[in-house]
Structure formats: C-alpha cells, structure tokens
C-alpha cells in the first residue's frame, strides 16, 4: 500500500505542477474565457497548482508539507468541480477533477493515517 500511495503522490505532483505550467504560460486566457472567471485569477489558480505540485515533491521528504499540498489542491479541485457543474457542463466535465479531487484526498488521508 505504501508504495501505490508513493506511485499516487509522484503523479499527482507531475499532473499539478504540468497544469498550472499550462496555465501560467498562455493557457489562462484561454480558460477564464470559457470559465467566466478573470485572466488574474486563473493565473492565481495556476501558480497555486506549481506549488501545490512542488509540495507533494518535497512532501517525500518533508511529511507536513504534503499535508499542506494536498489538502490545499483538494480545495483547488473542490472549486474546479463546482465550477464545471455550476455552469451546466454535466458531469464528463468535471470527471477530470473529480478524480483528481479524489486522489488528493488519499493521498491527504494516508499522510495523516502515518502521522
């Protein structure tokens, strides 16, 4: 079990830390379109994915600091849910974050389990 939790961790990291890449360098505008919300504030949303991702990194070596990532980008996830399903586009939409969302909260549940 450690080690799915590890694998999970790994790609949860890789995957925030891509989408708010994505988000920072041009993606934004793209997105706040579509979404209704401002430019600045998808620019907020993608820097916190960086960090959010940057801490599941360090939270390998780091216990408390994935506690902080994680339960911060299950946030982020809970916003992206209620945003697709606010705006009518069913859930396929939001099935992305939700799993995403889901998996946050293992890893989240696991790290305070361990504590």
């Known amino acids: 079990m450690k080690w799915m939790n590890v694998i999970i961790q790994g790609l949860l990291a890789v995957v925030f830390t891509l989408s ?3 988000k920072i360098t041009g993606g934004a505008v793209n997105m706040a379109e579509g979404l209704g919300y401002t430019v600045g504030f998808m620019y907020f ?7 959010g991702g940057i801490g599941l990194f ?6 408390k600091i994935t506690l902080i990532a994680s339960s911060g980008l ?20 939001a099935m992305p974050s939700f799993i995403l969302l889901v998996l946050g909260i293992v890893v989240l549940l696991q790290k305070i389990q361990r504590e």
């Open 20 to 22: 708010g890449v994505t």
């Open 45 to 51: 949303i993608g820097l916190c994915e960086i960090l």
């Open 58 to 63: 360090v939270g390998f070596w780091k216990s």
């Open 74 to 93: 299950a946030i982020l996830m809970i916003g992206a849910v209620y945003t697709h399903l606010s705006l009518g586009q069913g859930f396929g939409a």
